[in-house]
């Protein structure tokens, strides 16, 4: 469902390439995290296979549509029918409650299940904030809300940006076991980035990004 193929990424400043000739294979309903150090390209990554940044070589297949999108039009298509991502910053609408927030991307779709949202909302703890303003949550709450939103309209893959980054350890165990048991039950296959080892432990593959290449 995703395959990546001699992927190579340099950025101008640099003088060598965040991501060098990298491969990555997973089937549907597959698991992977991705640890790595600070810098060492794991955002990056992430974004050349959303589409929203360009490789210099190599190739990305994501459910059967090979990268880069032909054009604004198929990328927010695709994005809208397959993709979910947990961005690094929450990137929320304070403007928006919580429950509004979360139907967003499923109104976009306009395939709205209020019953599976619910379910989502409360499988991460937030059904008690549906109402409350996105702009009064504390950062951990915004990073659940943030899930709940790249979940709701059942995409075929989530790519997750150290999702359980503003959490302590405890509520980074449960948002985790969450993220991964929703992704499981929707067979949407799932790449998260993380730090740490206990939420990359629940991967059904453990990789590392090192030297722009991924090890197992
Ligand atoms: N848009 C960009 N322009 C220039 N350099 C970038 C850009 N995005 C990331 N980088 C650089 O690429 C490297 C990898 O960054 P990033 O993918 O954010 O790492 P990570 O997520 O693993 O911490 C860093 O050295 C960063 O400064
Ligand atoms: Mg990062």
Redesign the pocket.
């Known amino acids: 469902m995703l395959k990546i193929h001699h992927l190579s990424k340099q ?4 003088n060598k390439p ?1 991501i060098d000739d990298l491969d990555l294979s997973l089937d549907t309903g597959q698991s992977v995290s991705i640890r ?10 992430l ?1 050349l296979i959303a589409g929203f ?1 360009e490789p210099d070589s190599g190739s990305i297949t994501v459910h059967n549509v090979t990268l880069p999108f032909k054009g604004e039009k198929q990328a927010d298509r695709f994005r809208r029918e397959h993709l979910g991502v947990v961005f ?1 910053s929450f990137n929320l609408l304070s403007c928006l409650s919580v429950e509004d927030n979360i139907a967003f991307t499923a109104r976009l779709k306009g395939n709205v299940d209020p019953d599976y949202q619910q379910h989502i909302m409360q499988r991460l703890g937030i059904s008690a904030l549906a109402g409350k303003s996105a702009a009064l949550l504390s950062g951990g709450e915004q990073q659940r809300v943030a899930i709940a939103r790249a979940l709701v309209h059942k995409p075929s893959l989530i790519l997750a ?1 150290e999702p359980t980054g503003n959490l302590d350890e405890d509520n980074s165990e449960k948002v985790s076991a969450a993220l991964y048991a929703l992704c499981c039950e929707l067979n949407t296959t799932l790449v998260v ?1 993380t730090h740490s080892n206990e939420v990359a432990a629940l991967a059904q593959r453990q990789c590392w ?1 090192r030297h722009g290449k991924l090890e197992d």
């Open positions: 950025f101008d400043d640099s965040v790595g150090a600070s810098g060492s390209g794991k955002s990056t990554l974004s940044d690094q940006d980035v990004l």
